[in-house]
């Protein structure tokens, strides 16, 4: 199962030494000043004369159509480029809010000049902008800092230009004038980031109808073609929900975006939400616009609401695997198992000594286990062969998913109560000459070249919707390959099923 959940920056980010923003006060030691951030970018970006700028930004809105999404927005994705290159594309997001719809907005960008650890929200009482000023929603920013688990926390202003957060600011006054906002600035972005901000977000919102706006530019000068295929990547997975494919393909670079964390946020809190549907509403990029197509800048306004889009994956649950005849009993007692050893490495002692009846579960047999946390993949790992008791293996392979799994941080007691366990009993790998062979939803694939090679379990095909030529081509890029090796005639394929089962939601 693919996930990566360090998030590389823009190759332009200017790096910085880490530095902790905080300033003492009421709030975990943190008081809010009265002070206003002043605009940093207006004149350069964007005009600095107020009815050039609400001219400008009008015109945006009108010369874009209003479309019915099917449900209620929740999240959107915005470019902030100078306003002249992605304000076009900005508007398409824009346009489709209504005044009266929102409460506040959790406005959440990268940081590209100074980098530092988690995120911040400014200090003081609000930003700045030509056409006046933007108030901060202090209520709502004091319960996503106290939420969001010591991975967001106030700064004051430190002066530094930041066009992420800045560039939104008159979109916002003049699409839904006179709502308040939160500015999150995100300093890294780490998956675990991610997830805290999202989860604060939601547990402080509850209610309240607050929109999300994650901002972010995609590939960075790339030739046109090149740049257009890597953004297309980035936004299939965005328009399927799609976190682990998304950050899987930022960290290799097979796609970029600059704000690749507050749009993993916004995926996070859409699907928290129950907001499934997504809708690209338009994609550019800077050759567009200015005709040089030899090195761009990719844009894309894209919303998450509240239905079923067409590239959103059905949420029906499919069979997938074989039955292997595991019987009831057995599966519950292979389920404890995996929880027990996981609860006992939580509590730092020895894996348990583990004994059945059954010689189903003495068999010598491959497995992974998996974890999710509120249906996010938290970790997993496996033996592909049967090197020991299924029973073994699935007590070794949760401890070694929960505390081991490299992409993700330890599994933390806290979190226990919202992760859910999956075991998946392999059957003995077969080596095919024929992918026609392989039957997608019943088949996992174990691809080889090399000393490259990379697994996919059955479910992982039908999850996502794939037909039998992107699974091949995912099974690739999990092994760090090109995607069409699977035609190469010295990669080797192998298949095998699973008995899929796993814990009630």
């Known amino acids: 199962m693919v996930s990566k959940h360090r998030i590389r920056f823009c190759l332009w980010m200017v790096t910085a030494a880490f530095v902790v923003l905080s300033v003492p006060g009421t709030v975990k030691g943190v008081e809010m000043d009265t002070s206003v951030r002043k605009p940093m970018i207006a004149g350069t970006w964007y005009p600095g004369d107020p009815a050039i700028l609400k001219r400008d930004v009008e015109s945006f809105l009108k010369k874009t159509p209003a479309v019915d999404v099917g449900g209620a927005i929740v999240a959107m994705v915005s470019p902030h480029a100078g306003i002249v290159y992605s304000g076009q594309v900005a508007a398409f997001g824009y346009r489709q809010l209504k005044l009266g719809d ?22 003081g009482d609000g930003f700045e902008s030509p056409l006046g000023v933007i108030s901060i929603d202090r209520k709502l920013a004091e319960a996503i800092v106290a939420n969001s688990g010591n991975a967001v ?9 930041e066009n992420s957060l800045e560039i939104q600011v008159p979109f916002l006054q003049v699409a839904q004038k006179g709502v308040p906002f939160v500015p999150v600035l995100m300093g890294s972005q780490d998956y675990h980031t991610c997830e805290n901000i999202a989860e604060a977000i939601v547990k402080s919102t509850g209610s309240r109808k607050v929109l999300v706006v994650a901002s972010s530019d995609f590939s960075h000068y790339h030739d046109y073609q090149a740049a257009s295929k890597m953004d297309r990547r980035a936004l299939s997975h965005i328009e399927n929900l799609d976190v682990e494919g998304f950050i899987s393909d930022i960290s290799g670079g097979s796609c970029e975006a600059c704000g690749a964390g507050p749009i993993v946020v916004a995926m996070l809190v859409a699907q928290k939400r129950d907001a499934h549907g997504v809708k690209v509403l338009k994609y550019a990029n800077s050759g567009d616009i200015t005709g040089d197509k030899s090195g761009v800048v990719g844009y894309a306004s894209v919303v998450f609401f509240k239905g079923e889009s067409g590239q959103a994956k059905s949420k029906e649950k499919k069979t997938v695997g074989v039955d292997m005849g595991l019987s009831n009993k057995e599966k519950d007692t292979l389920l404890k198992i995996a929880r027990t050893s996981i609860e006992t490495g939580l509590a730092g002692e020895e894996a348990p000594d583990i004994k059945v009846d059954s010689e189903t579960l003495k068999t010598k047999m491959g497995a992974f286990v998996t974890l999710k946390k509120q249906g996010q993949l938290r970790g997993c790992i496996g033996f592909i062969e049967g090197r020991k008791p299924l029973a073994d293996t699935v007590g070794e392979m949760a401890r070694a998913a929960a505390f081991n799994d490299p992409r993700f941080s330890p599994v933390t007691a806290p979190e226990m109560k919202d992760i859910t366990i999956e075991i998946s009993a392999l059957t003995p790998l077969r080596l095919i000459a024929d992918v026609n062979e392989i039957e997608v939803g019943k088949h996992g694939i174990y691809i080889v070249k090399g000393y490259r090679s990379g697994l996919l379990l059955p479910q992982v095909a039908t999850e996502w919707n794939w037909d039998l030529t992107t699974f091949l081509e995912q099974t690739c890029h999990k092994a760090g390959l090109p995607t069409d090796a699977w035609k190469d005639k010295d990669t080797k394929i192998y298949i095998f099923s699973a008995h899929v089962f796993g814990e009630a939601k």
């Open 153 to 161: 926390s106030f700064a004051p202003d430190d002066k530094t230009p």
């Open 102 to 123: 929102f409460d506040a907005v959790v406005l959440v960008g990268p940081s590209h000049r100074v980098r530092f650890k988690g995120a911040s929200i400014f200090s």
